[in-house]
């Protein structure tokens, strides 16, 4: 297993839908070890392939227990993920490796449905609200060339790239 470099914004493999995954080989289960190995690294609970520079439909979601009163939840693998139903709506803070110290209010759905692959190839669907329906909606995202802030107001948007552009030039 290797820890990979996670891209950043403005770095445009992340703003490029992802092409699906026809083979689940050695190649593969080596990847999905690695961005898990880099999402534990970074202290992240999710990680999508094209966040280590691989454009391909595939992510990974780690909540263990970070949701107080609710037991450890497993690692989740996903293979060519979609969304097959949502519902409800809310509104809560998110942030992202690819764009580091900085979050945001964002609105996504309260309940998902998503139809995925594990590891193995087998399908399987998942429901989830909470913590993991928010990394599951953040994660397809990704997926399909969509940030957190592609999701803000024009206004916040506008603040955003005020901070990035200071940013960088203060690192230049």
Known sequence: MAIREIKKYPDPVLKAKTASVVNI???LQKLIDDMVETMHAATGV???ANQVGVPLQLAVIDIGD????????????????????QEGSVVSEEGCLSIP??????????????????????????????????????????LNG????????PLKKNIFRRKLKKTLAETA
């Open 25 to 27: 080989d050695d190649t």
């Open 46 to 48: 999710g990680l999508a």
């Open 66 to 85: 970070r949701e107080e009163g609710k037991p450890k939840q497993p690692l989740v693998v996903l293979i060519n993920p979609e969304i097959i139903s």
């Open 101 to 142: 110290e900085y979050t945001e209010n964002v609105k996504r759905a309260k309940r998902v449905k998503v139809r995925a692959k594990d590891r193995k190839g087998k399908q399987f669907e998942l429901e989830a609200e909470g913590l993991m329906a928010k990394a599951l909606q953040h994660e397809i995202d990704h």
């Open 146 to 153: 969509l940030l957190f802030i592609d999701r803000l107001s």
